[in-house]
């Protein structure tokens, strides 16, 4: 019995060891510029660049199958900040796929929830808390405003509302701190 534990115990011992050297010889880098272009997105994940959502925005602009003026929430700020740091020419915003709009946030009307969980199926954040045939409710500091929720919601009671702009809220417009930070 004794011999069984410390055979089955050098086994894994010998397994954590290979598997530890395994994860330090193999291991895969991400590309550095996909992540100082996806710093530099606004991290909505709305989807109105084409994309499912900012990471993968950032990995076509980096392989160069896309433009970097398609994501309305980071505007043009965010399209010269992208211009920055890859020394392209700044492009204007792209109208196909939204404009530019000020942050809001999403509030759910909770006396007029039904609980249905269509907007929880649509958050792209999982921003909003509830269970089915229970209302729901909105986590105000992960709500990104992509205003994905919005539109299952078949009561209307989702409304979205400007997020006022204070010290919290409030960024620097500058594309050459924005790239700095992203660096």
């Known amino acids: 019995m004794i011999a069984a534990l ?28 996909v992540e100082k272009i996806d710093a530099l997105l606004p991290q909505t994940q709305c ?16 392989a160069g199958e896309a433009e970097i003026n398609l994501c309305p929430p980071g505007g043009q700020t965010g399209v010269a900040a992208l211009a920055d740091l890859l020394g392209r020419d700044p492009q204007s915003l792209s109208t196909g796929q939204g404009f530019e709009k000020p942050k809001v946030l999403a509030v759910i009307d909770e006396q007029n929830c039904i609980g249905c969980t269509l907007c929880l199926q649509a958050c792209p954040v999982d921003a909003i808390l509830g ?53």
């Not at 989807?47 to 980096?62: D, K, L, S, T, V």
């Not at 209302?135 to 992960?142: D, L, R, S």
């Open 131 to 183: 269970a089915a045939k229970q209302m729901h409710t909105v986590i105000a500091k992960e709500c990104t405003g992509c205003e994905l929720c919005v539109a299952p919601c078949p009561v209307d009671c989702i409304h979205l509302i400007p997020v006022a702009q204070t010290i919290n809220t409030w960024k620097w417009n500058s594309p050459a701190l924005q790239a700095k930070a992203a660096a």
């Open 6 to 33: 410390i055979v089955l115990s050098a086994i894994a011992g010998v397994s954590g060891l290979l598997l530890g050297f395994a994860a330090v010889r193999f291991k895969v880098e991400g590309d550095p510029i």
């Open 47 to 62: 989807g109105q660049c084409g994309y499912a959502g900012c990471r993968p925005y950032a990995e076509a602009i980096a």
